[in-house]
């Protein structure tokens, strides 16, 4: 079969084609950019890119036209798919149809974490020899690609809750039909799409609505929004995980998120021991740890595991140090997730001063609907900075409970410029955006270094 993916570039898409390679189709595809590292890993796989959205490629006549969700009506290539009856499909639905049936679906969904926790899902699968398949929304580091169609009968996906199509407006992760289905967490997310957090959580009734009875539910015991995501209906094993201790049959931790006990009620069944950091984390390894359970891998295993596990790229990623200052990258982009990401960071650095700097680029917060939060993900900064991007809403204004705290730039070099005339030798710098943000790390390690020198 040939494919011709639309939008190949997103983490989701070129994890597809990737698969669609292993599995010995003939795979092209085309982005409005076609950039690294996505770029890089399809070609090493042998995929023919082409950047943009010419109607031309409408010869190549695949077998199928895949397309992403970053593809509207009105893009040159769709409409002539459109005029000339071609055939076409989504992305998840190629996959739940080509790949995914007959296999044991262990879907990961949640508004944070995802990423994380599928990684951490297939390290330990892998570990205990079950050789599973994966697609995940980064690049874990333990196995350095973001997909793999693998050989035995588990396969674990990044379950987004975002739609799957122009076409099809439901979230992807109703294809997938999971039999283990991890919820982290549930929070207001994606104001492009959902008008409130109620949208979302009738999208994940839907994702629960297809587990089977034999299947099994996996959600943190103190999420409110999973609890009445439950009440609406479940046919399934429920898997309670951050319970108290004296709750039967739940999983919790006991000690420091480097170094703890996982309890199943008052019974230790397992010990990990890792260099992640946070809380937050600590959860993650939790909900992996219950549904690794689920396909047989027991607890004590899959714990033992995680200590080989290496996280994610742009996961409190150090990207490098000069003249004292050390320069992190972080996917954070929700003000939840950016507040436990500098808790993480405070949990490793103790008092010395972290210099936390944000783009507010996803579809979320550019249209300012969790402007507002902003203050409070930052407050454990000892400084915070923001570039002020062509949004409708005014970071000065939002940020200005902060008072000197917090700085504004108008472009990322501005933004550079006072970052280095605060920072000083034994300050963290964390850079947090879902985007490359400008080149920002590489931009502010040489302007640190250029000041060494000056």
Not at 24 to 45: E, F, I, K
Not at 66 to 94: C, K
Not at 286 to 295: G, K, N, R, S, W
Request: proline residues 5%; charged residues 20%.
């Amino acid at each position: 079969m040939h494919l011709h993916i639309l939008g190949i570039c997103g983490t989701f898409m070129g994890g597809l084609a990737a698969i669609a390679r292993e599995a010995g189709h003939r795979v092209t595809g085309c982005d409005a950019n076609v950039y690294p590292p996505m770029s890089d890993q399809l070609r090493a796989l042998g995929i023919e890119l082409t950047e943009g959205w010419d109607a031309g490629q409408l010869a190549l006549k695949p077998d199928v036209f895949v397309v992403g969700n970053v593809v509207t009506r009105g893009n040159p290539l769709m409409e002539a798919i459109l005029d000339a009856g071609a055939p076409y499909t989504s992305g998840p639905q190629w996959l739940a149809e080509q790949v995914l049936r007959g296999r044991h679906v262990i879907a990961v969904a949640g508004t944070h974490g995802k990423t994380t926790t599928t990684s951490m899902l297939a390290w330990i699968l892998a570990s205990a020899g079950l050789e599973p398949g994966f697609l995940v929304g980064g690049v874990p580091l333990n196995f350095d690609v973001s997909a793999r169609l693998g050989r035995g009968p588990t396969f674990v996906i990044e379950a987004d809750e975002y739609d799957t199509a122009f076409f099809d407006k439901r979230s992807k992760f109703v294809h997938y039909r999971p039999r283990t289905a991890v919820l982290n967490n549930l929070e207001f997310d994606h104001a492009d799409i959902f008008a409130d957090l109620a949208a979302i959580e009738t999208q994940f009734h839907h994702l629960v609505r297809t587990v089977p009875a034999s299947g099994c539910v996996v959600v943190p015991a103190r999420d409110e929004a999973l609890q009445r995501v439950l009440a609406r209906g479940c046919w399934s094993e429920v898997r309670r995980f951050g319970t108290r201790r004296d709750e039967p049959g739940g999983l919790s931790a006991r000690g420091e998120p480097q170094a703890f006990d996982v309890l199943r009620g008052p019974t230790v069944v397992g010990r990990v021991e890792w260099d992640l950091l946070g809380t937050h984390n600590q959860l993650n390894a939790l909900a992996a740890i219950a549904a690794a359970d689920h396909v047989g891998v027991p607890a004590d295993v899959a714990a033992r595991s995680l200590a080989g596990f290496r996280n994610v790229r742009r996961r409190l990623e150090r990207r490098g140090a000069a003249v004292g200052v050390e320069v992190y990258d972080d996917f954070a982009h929700h003000p939840t997730a950016i507040r436990t990401t500098i808790d993480g960071l405070r949990r490793r650095v103790g008092g010395e001063r972290i210099l936390a700097v944000f783009e507010p680029r996803s579809n979320t917060m550019k249209l300012g609907a969790m402007k507002a939060q902003l203050p409070w993900a930052l407050e454990e900064a000892d400084l915070s900075f923001c570039l002020q991007g062509p949004y409708g809403w005014s970071a000065r204004e939002a940020l200005a409970p902060m008072g000197k705290q917090a700085v504004v730039a108008d472009t990322v070099e501005a933004l550079v410029g006072q970052i280095v005339a605060h920072a000083r030798p034994g300050d963290h710098v964390l850079c947090m955006s879902n985007g490359g943000f400008g080149g920002i790390h590489d931009k502010l390690l040489a302007a640190l270094q250029q000041r060494s020198t000056a």
